[in-house]
């Protein structure tokens, strides 16, 4: 069984292709490198003990991206390649919108020329924009607030079309709140190119002494300490997700959501305070005005996820922060040597 992983050089597909190896599907990496590096592929291999293909090639050269179907049987694609920065997509929506969902055209177009009609695809609880209610089941109503969740919404969009022209295709849209985590060894984990966004690659940045201390953007949400919450999961109880998703699209057709997180909402303070418990390391923080866009609450219903696939996120916040911290420890410098 063979397997395309677009985007398996970046931090979730990396941490999948590794579930996905030692579980013995066989894999074809697809990815630009835009965001990762060539040495979280040879981390996968030393993990693993495992060989598999690589092909550089960006989905929006068709050319390249069939090569990749036409040298491959492959039999169903897991789709992560893609932009995510939300910030970026609000200064650059065009190219946000051209790399996302014309990738995931271009992809889709292929997969329909060679008769691979199984996918499972990146989405995000971006796509619910500010939850009116929490926990988030996957029936909440929809509405992304910048570009970035709304090229996740359109593409969903997209792929449910999909489905109904053609009742052969087994798609799998999976929401995933916040990932954060790392592989149990340290070898491989979240390295941003530029300043972290997110809140774990800064703590962990601030950890290790390359930032004087963590912003924390606002200190009034209506939150049981003020500062905001979400549903942190472990990227590999995520990247497991995968695999079960991964089972029910070959045994089927359909098109279905699942929300992945922990249905847990901690919040930045809570994350602060569980990482230097686990890590015995000190965090400062100062208090910063409220990002832009930021929402107080948000964390997921899993109840689908959990009957339909059979997945369940096993792993807690201190396994997370500990994971995050040895990843940066072993790896100061992330993949750069
Ligand atoms: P990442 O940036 O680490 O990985 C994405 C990979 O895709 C990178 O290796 C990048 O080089 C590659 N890529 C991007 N555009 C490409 C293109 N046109 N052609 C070929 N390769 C391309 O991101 P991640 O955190 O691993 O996220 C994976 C997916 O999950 C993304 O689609 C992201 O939007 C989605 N997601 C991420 C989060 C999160 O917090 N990390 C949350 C929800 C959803
Ligand atoms: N956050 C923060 N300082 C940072 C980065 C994030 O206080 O430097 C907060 C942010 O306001 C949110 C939480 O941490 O409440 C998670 O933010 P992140 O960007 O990681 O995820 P997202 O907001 O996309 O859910």
Redesign the pocket.
């Given at each position: 069984m063979s397997i395309l992983v677009t985007g398996g050089a970046g931090y979730i597909g990396s941490h999948t292709c590794i579930e996905l190896l030692n579980a013995g599907y066989e894999i074809v990496v697809v990815d630009n490198f835009f965001n990762s590096k060539p040495e979280a592929l040879k981390r996968i291999t030393e993990i693993t003990k495992k060989s598999f293909s690589f092909y550089q090639a960006d989905l929006l050269d068709k050319t390249a991206l069939e090569k990749v179907f036409s040298e491959n049987n492959i039999d169903a694609v897991i789709h992560f390649a893609g932009l995510k920065a939300?910030n970026e997509s609000i200064k650059i929506p065009l190219h946000y919108y051209h790399n996302n969902v014309t990738g995931t055209l271009i992809l889709c177009e292929i997969m329909k020329k060679y008769n691979i009609k199984k996918l499972i695809f990146s989405s995000s609880?971006?796509v619910y924009g500010r939850p009116k209610y929490v926990p988030v089941t996957e029936d909440s109503s929809l509405g992304p607030i910048n570009p970035y969740g709304r090229t996740k919404l359109i593409i969903e969009e997209i792929l449910n079309d999909l489905y109904i022209s053609d009742h052969n295709w087994s798609i799998s849209l999976l929401r995933y709140f916040?990932p954060i985590g790392a592989h149990e060894s340290g070898k491989i984990g979240e390295d941003p190119n530029d300043i972290?966004?997110?809140?774990?690659p800064?703590i962990n940045q601030v950890a290790i002494g390359k930032r004087e201390k963590?912003?924390?953007?606002?200190k009034d949400y209506n939150t049981h300490d003020g500062?905001?919450?979400?549903d942190y999961i472990h990227v590999v109880d995520l990247a497991k997700g995968h695999l079960k998703a991964l089972e029910m699209v070959l045994g089927t057709t359909g098109i279905d959501v699942f929300n992945l997180g922990t249905g847990v909402g901690y919040s930045?303070l809570d994350l602060i305070k569980s990482y230097e418990n686990i890590t015995s390391q000190k965090i400062p923080y100062g208090f910063t005005q409220?990002?832009a866009g930021?929402i107080d609450k948000?964390y997921a219903d899993t109840t689908k996820a959990n009957e339909k696939l059979g997945w369940k996120a096993a792993k807690n916040l201190e396994d997370m922060c500990y994971d995050s911290w040895k990843w940066q420890k072993n790896n100061p410098n992330g993949y750069r040597e």
């Amino acid at each position: 069984m063979s397997i395309l992983v677009t985007g398996g050089a970046g931090y979730i597909g990396s941490h999948t292709c590794i579930e996905l190896l030692n579980a013995g599907y066989e894999i074809v990496v697809v990815d630009n490198f835009f965001n990762s590096k060539p040495e979280a592929l040879k981390r996968i291999t030393e993990i693993t003990k495992k060989s598999f293909s690589f092909y550089q090639a960006d989905l929006l050269d068709k050319t390249a991206l069939e090569k990749v179907f036409s040298e491959n049987n492959i039999d169903a694609v897991i789709h992560f390649a893609g932009l995510k920065a939300v910030n970026e997509s609000i200064k650059i929506p065009l190219h946000y919108y051209h790399n996302n969902v014309t990738g995931t055209l271009i992809l889709c177009e292929i997969m329909k020329k060679y008769n691979i009609k199984k996918l499972i695809f990146s989405s995000s609880a971006n796509v619910y924009g500010r939850p009116k209610y929490v926990p988030v089941t996957e029936d909440s109503s929809l509405g992304p607030i910048n570009p970035y969740g709304r090229t996740k919404l359109i593409i969903e969009e997209i792929l449910n079309d999909l489905y109904i022209s053609d009742h052969n295709w087994s798609i799998s849209l999976l929401r995933y709140f916040n990932p954060i985590g790392a592989h149990e060894s340290g070898k491989i984990g979240e390295d941003p190119n530029d300043i972290p966004n997110n809140l774990m690659p800064y703590i962990n940045q601030v950890a290790i002494g390359k930032r004087e201390k963590v912003n924390i953007f606002g200190k009034d949400y209506n939150t049981h300490d003020g500062t905001g919450v979400r549903d942190y999961i472990h990227v590999v109880d995520l990247a497991k997700g995968h695999l079960k998703a991964l089972e029910m699209v070959l045994g089927t057709t359909g098109i279905d959501v699942f929300n992945l997180g922990t249905g847990v909402g901690y919040s930045v303070l809570d994350l602060i305070k569980s990482y230097e418990n686990i890590t015995s390391q000190k965090i400062p923080y100062g208090f910063t005005q409220r990002r832009a866009g930021d929402i107080d609450k948000c964390y997921a219903d899993t109840t689908k996820a959990n009957e339909k696939l059979g997945w369940k996120a096993a792993k807690n916040l201190e396994d997370m922060c500990y994971d995050s911290w040895k990843w940066q420890k072993n790896n100061p410098n992330g993949y750069r040597e």
